[in-house]
């Protein structure tokens, strides 16, 4: 299918890299007005902007810095999508960041700035963004806006080692439920995607030669997940198939759950 996303208006959170990246990059292709915001555009993994990209293939595109976890940017990002375009009618929320670290190695600081992107982040984005969709009318099947959370695995069971952000994920989990419950009956659709292990591209910690041999083998589908994976199931759950679906947790991680 193509135009799935035709004239919607998404703001995708993280987008500068990795799998916000390829979700933006995939709205985008799919018919959707993409606003970016994060907090830089340099692309983590290298290679061109992902503003550039969408600019090069001819759709419309704004990017906002914005660091989620401030109440007044996560606002005003809102805004921007908004007198940019005239409203919002999907929001993805996919900025996170870790350090990694078992709870006695973890210090406040690291556990604050994870969780205050991480979750607080999510639930800032979400409120500023529901406040916009309530004002909003109705579209096909009552619908006025969309959710579409990062979560993770990791938010259903141990992240070893990562404290801050397995907890960031349970929340995000958690909220996503809370969202979709609350503001069912006003039309707003919740939902998240809860990747398993994805390779972006991002070197450090996350590829680790221990931790690819421990997500190997915790992974029956023979290989590991891309970021375009996620893009996918995202596409779906912001897309006008997905309406008597809300409040789920979609697991998109190689049978990882299953196992």
């Known amino acids: 299918m193509a135009d799935r996303l035709l004239g919607k208006v998404a703001l995708v959170t993280g987008a ?3 799998i916000g990246r ?5 709205f985008a292709r799919e018919g959707a007005i993409v606003v970016i915001a994060d907090i830089t555009e340099t692309v983590r993994e290298g290679g ?6 969408i600019e090069r ?7 906002r810095k914005t660091d989620v976890s401030d109440e007044a940017e996560a606002g005003a990002a809102v805004g921007a999508a908004v007198q940019r375009f005239g409203r919002l009618d999907i929001l ?5 960041g870790s350090r990694g670290g078992r709870l006695t190695e973890t210090t406040l600081d690291e556990w604050n700035a994870t969780l205050a992107v991480g979750i607080t982040g999510v639930f800032l984005m979400s409120r500023a963004a529901v406040r916009q969709m309530l004002t909003q009318a109705a579209g096909e099947e009552g619908v006025r806006g969309r959710i579409v959370n990062i979560g993770s695995q990791h938010g259903m069971v141990a992240a070893p080692e990562d404290v801050a952000y397995g907890v960031a994920k349970a929340g995000t989990n958690y909220i996503t439920r809370q969202i979709a419950v609350d503001y069912a009956k006003d039309g707003i659709v919740c939902n998240a995607v809860a ?8 070197t450090g910690r996350a590829v680790e030669p221990r931790w690819l ?11 590991l997940g891309r970021s375009e994976d996620v893009a996918n199931a995202a596409l779906f759950l912001a897309s ?9 947790v979609l697991v998109v991680d190689g049978g990882w759950m299953a196992y």
Do not use: F
């Not at 390829?22 to 995939?26: E, Q, Y």
């Not at 061109?48 to 990209?53: D, K, L, P, V």
């Not at 993805?92 to 996170?96: D, E, F, G, Y």
């Open 16 to 18: 500068a890299s990795g």
């Open 22 to 26: 390829a979700i933006a990059l995939r």
């Open 48 to 53: 061109e902007a992902t503003r550039s990209i």
């Open 57 to 63: 293939e001819g759709r419309p595109v704004l990017y």
């Open 92 to 96: 993805v929320n996919n900025a996170i």
């Open 195 to 202: 990747p398993g292990k994805i390779l972006t591209g991002k």
């Open 213 to 223: 041999d421990y997500s190997h083998a915790r992974t029956p589908w023979p290989r």
């Open 240 to 248: 006008d198939e997905a309406t008597y679906i809300t409040g789920e």
